[in-house]
């Protein structure tokens, strides 16, 4: 017999169910949390995200995939922070945008409020963010009413959740909500106002919409002015902020009104599942649950003997308070981690990559505070691809990548842990011999900086030993760096100039052409710029920008360097040093003026013929260079970062281990056969995701367009296929000859090739050609054996160093041996050279290992003492008075005296201390 049950009967039977408990524990104020939220619908975060865009579809909106985490030709930002990112743009007003309407689910990164990551249920380091943006369409009533629709009818959230602010002055979005809520669920707020994201930008006043976790019989509490109670268990959150982008903030902080007016919203997507999945917390929805299962199975079961491992203090109580601390924690930086490595990003000691560093070691600190011993972070991998893989392929395609990043940054990090213990244990010491009980803010920030150590450790360890840390001069320590570690906020690649200007590239088909003035820019010695309407060079020593409506020159992009060459007319001529694409779109010259010029002149615009066709050959040779690397060390070498110049290339890219002198000929020749093959170059345009579908080659840090120009090499067994902008050659042929000039590393996991091709080979091998003429002509010897000769020189000289040292030793030997080592523990004793000390130095402790040794060295006026630094502490005080420094050797100490009346009173001290 087959029972069926109506699904809606079971929804009503569920809902009664839990009103009957929650009646039962007197929570009623809980019950509309069951009754009208749609907790019983199942929505994945997969669906509730395809939700969002198929609403806005619907509406006429443009659905984009999510742009790459590193913003794309924009210096004044390290990640993308905000949906808007990718279109500022657009927002300006100085795009036009391809599409009035757009909807994403954009991938973010925020460092800001690191610190809260784990203590609260909302904050994190990498979140999506849901976005609908209108570029000059509608504005605040449609998308105040989009909002609504969507989280009230389609995802069905109880409207009575629902509150909502406004900023202070805009009475206007106040009428708006008005007529869909309450009143009594209106605030205005002052804050509420967002942007720009970075120093200038797009930016306006906002409306938020906040959910009800949970009751307050309080009327004054609201969003904004909650009691103090709500506002610790965070009684509303913020889930969805529309901005009215109607300004535009400049560089001297001044709000320009934009041409148009925009929509900008964003709502998280990690705060929207937990609400519609109905759990307690962000961290236990299918966007994390499973990352947290993975990490608890490498939590060992004796955590007292994890923290006796790391010189931590354990008490359980505060352990089992904790603990959902620090496995949030590790998940979310984890989580982050992985998607910064996909979109590309390399653990390193500066921007990104330092960022990167920083989240992996605070991942791998707090695994320790959790109860984690062994190495585990690369494990966690597998579990965020499962979660994210149909969503972003990226993290599954570098995968592997990301799990020996990870690895090895653990494995770096655990021998700084132990460094960063003996350097506090050091301090502790010199605190309790001065009987201070505060650490200095600079060494804490010393152990932050340098040895990677979060403050949280430095805060632990000294908790464990009754001492505090100067938080305050840390923070300033922290404020210098900042301020030193700051981009540069006037580069002009991002600086805001209040005028529109558009310039049409033709540059693949033409290196010379006439075009017009349509912009003149003065570089001031503060770097503003100012435009002008006319300059002489006689007025200006410094270098000017010029934008004309047309341009052969190729700008700085995909790692290939701008165009140089001249400007010209019959009144002028401008040297053209450098070429450039304004984040804005222009393009624009850079270089020196000879001469007079005005807006609207016509002039001559003709690039190097010779540099651009040497630029040409060495990038059509990187694409060779790159599929070859991939060829012969495996598919996981991507680039990882590119220079294309007339006179050389040189190419970054992920592999964790120096090349063979094997496999560098392989791929040098690889590249060469290609080059004989004279295989044709094929460049076409297509749709973006035709592209990748056939398999072409993206960077994940680039923002492509929809419609993309490829570039494609293809032989038997081999080929080259990539998104890329730059200038290239019709046929391999014409790259002539590559040849590989070195190979290293450049950082973790990174390694760099320099190569050079064609005629800028010529110097090169001059250069080379020129050294070997004269070490013949030194060596009297034929070119190929030159190399014999080299080796032999180098043995004999080995031989004579050896022989010396024998004759040393023998030297040494006699003068110990004419010493009654055993009469006394300090003597003095000449040496030859410093260099000698540690020859000595064995031989003596071989025979008295207690001994405390005087050394002379009678060319240099240096006193050198050596003493065994066991059980030597007032031997160690006397030095330390006197400021000398303590080098160590071994168990031994060595200290260098280059005064003679210092060496007479502390050798006074010494005896006198031996006589008693």
């Known amino acids: 017999m087959k029972i069926f049950i109506d699904n809606n009967l079971l929804i009503w039977f569920k809902r009664v169910y839990f009103l009957f408990l929650i009646l039962k524990k007197g929570k009623i104020e809980n019950i509309d949390n069951f009754i009208y939220r749609g907790d019983f619908v199942s929505w994945d975060h997969k669906t509730i995200r395809n939700t969002f865009l198929e609403y806005f579809e619907n509406k006429n909106h443009k659905v984009l995939k999510s742009y790459s985490l590193i913003p794309d030709n924009d210096p004044s930002l390290l990640f993308v922070a905000a949906g808007m990112v990718p279109f500022k743009a657009e927002f300006s007003g100085k795009v036009k945008p391809m599409y009035t309407r757009v909807a994403t689910c954009q991938k973010c990164f925020r460092m800001d409020d690191i610190d809260n990551v784990g203590y609260t249920l909302r904050h994190h380091t990498f979140f999506e963010m849901l976005g609908n943006f209108s570029f000059g369409d509608y504005f605040k009533k449609e998308s105040i009413h989009y909002a609504w629709d969507l989280l009230t009818n389609v995802y069905k959230l109880d409207p009575r959740k629902l509150w909502v602010s406004v900023h202070i002055q805009d009475d206007e979005a106040e009428e708006i909500w008005k007529n869909i809520i309450s009143k009594d669920k209106i605030v205005r707020l002052e804050d509420n106002f967002w942007g720009p994201a970075g120093l200038t930008g797009p930016c306006g006043p906002s409306t938020e919409i906040f959910f009800e976790n949970f009751y307050c019989s309080n009327s004054n509490c609201k969003p904004g ?17 529309i901005v009215f982008t109607q300004y535009f903030k400049n560089e001297k902080g001044e709000l320009l009104d934009l041409p148009q007016k925009n929509i900008d919203t964003g709502m998280g997507l990690e705060r929207l599942t937990r609400i519609l999945q109905n759990k307690s917390n962000q961290y236990y929805t299918d966007l994390f649950y499973p990352i947290l299962s993975k990490i608890e199975q490498f939590i060992e079961k004796d955590i007292e003997k994890v923290y006796q491992n790391f010189n931590l203090q354990f ?70 691809v499962e979660i994210f893989k149909d969503v972003y392929p990226e993290v599954q395609l570098r995968s592997d990548f990301s799990k020996k990043v990870l690895n090895s940054e653990e494995k770096a990090f655990l021998k700084n842990i132990s460094k960063g213990i003996s350097y506090f244990n050091s301090i502790k010491q010199e605190l309790i011999q001065n009987n201070i009980k505060i650490i ?57 100039i209040n005028k529109e200007f558009k310039t049409e590239f033709i540059g693949y088909n033409k290196i010379n052409y006439e ?27 410094d270098d000017i920008i010029l934008i004309t409506d047309i341009t052969p020159f190729y700008p700085e992009a995909g790692g290939q360097v701008g165009d140089k060459g001249i400007i010209y007319n019959d009144n002028f001529k401008f040297e053209v040093k450098d070429t450039q694409k304004h984040v804005e779109g222009f393009i624009f010259h850079i270089g020196k003026l000879n001469g007079y010029l005005k807006l609207g002149d016509q002039v001559y615009l003709e690039v190097d013929f010779y540099k651009r066709k040497l630029t040409a050959i060495h990038h059509t040779a990187t694409h060779l260079l790159h599929s070859a690397l991939r060829k012969i060390l495996g598919s996981h070498a991507y680039q990882a970062g590119s220079l294309v110049d007339y006179d050389r290339l040189r190419f970054d890219f992920t592999h964790f281990q120096a090349l063979t002198d094997i496999e560098l000929k392989n791929i040098e020749d690889l590249v060469n056969e290609k080059i004989l093959k004279e295989l044709d170059v094929l460049i076409e345009y297509k749709p973006l995701n035709v592209a990748l579908q056939e398999g072409a080659i993206a960077l994940f840090t680039e923002k492509y367009p929809e419609n993309v120009r490829t570039v494609k090499i293809v032989d038997k067994d081999f080929i080259s296929y990539e998104l890329c902008a730059g200038t290239h050659v019709k046929n391999t042929s014409f790259i002539g000859t590559f040849k590989i000039l070195s190979e290293k590393s450049l950082q973790l996991g990174v390694r760099r090739i320099e190569a050079v091709c064609n005629l800028s080979l010529l110097p090169i091998f001059n250069k080379f050609s020129y050294i070997l003429n004269d070490l013949t002509s030194l060596t009297n010897t034929d070119v190929d054996k030159i190399k014999n000769y080299i080796s032999k020189l180098i043995e004999e000289s080995k031989n004579l160093k050896q022989n010396l040292i024998n004759i040393k030793k023998k030297y040494y030997q006699l003068c110990i041996n004419q010493t009654n080592l055993f009469s006394k523990n300090v003597f003095n004793f000449n040496l030859l050279e410093e260099d000698d000390l540690l020859l000595v130095h064995d031989l003596i402790k071989t025979k008295n290992p207690l001994y405390f040794g005087i050394y002379y060295v009678e060319n240099l006026n240096k006193y050198i003492f050596i003493f ?13 008075r006197y400021n000398l420094k303590l080098i160590n050797l071994g168990s031994y100490k060595k200290v260098v005296i280059n005064d003679s009346k210092i060496y007479d009173e502390i050798i006074t001290q010494i005896k006198l201390k031996i006589a008693t």
């Open 225 to 241: 002015y909650e009691c103090l109670e709500c506002e610790k268990k965070e009684r509303f959150i913020e889930i969805w902020n």
């Open 315 to 384: 008490e359980l109580s505060n352990y089992l308070s904790k603990r959902d601390i620090y496995l949030n924690i590790v998940a979310d930086h984890l989580r982050g981690a992985v998607f910064l490595i996909s979109d590309g990003v390399i653990p390193s000691n500066e921007g990104r990559g330092y960022v990167l560093r920083k989240l992996i070691r605070r991942a791998i600190l707090y695994s320790k505070f959790l109860g984690i011993l062994k190495e585990f972070s690369h494990e966690i991998v597998d579990s965020v």
């Open 440 to 496: 200095d803010g600079k060494k804490a920030f010393y152990l932050y900086d340098t040895l990677g150590f979060p403050l949280e450790l430095t805060m632990e360890l000294a908790k464990n030993n009754s001492l505090q840390v100067n938080i305050d001069e840390f923070h300033k320590e922290m404020e210098t760096q900042r301020i030193k570690s700051r981009q540069n906020k006037n580069d002009i690649k991002v600086f805001s």
């Open 515 to 541: 075009g017009k003035i349509i912009g003149i820019l003065k570089i001031n010695p503060d770097k503003t710029l100012e435009l002008v309407n006319e300059i002489s060079s006689e007025n200006i020593q």
């Open 868 to 880: 065994n630094q066991n059980n030597n502490d007032e031997l160690m005080q006397l030095f330390n």
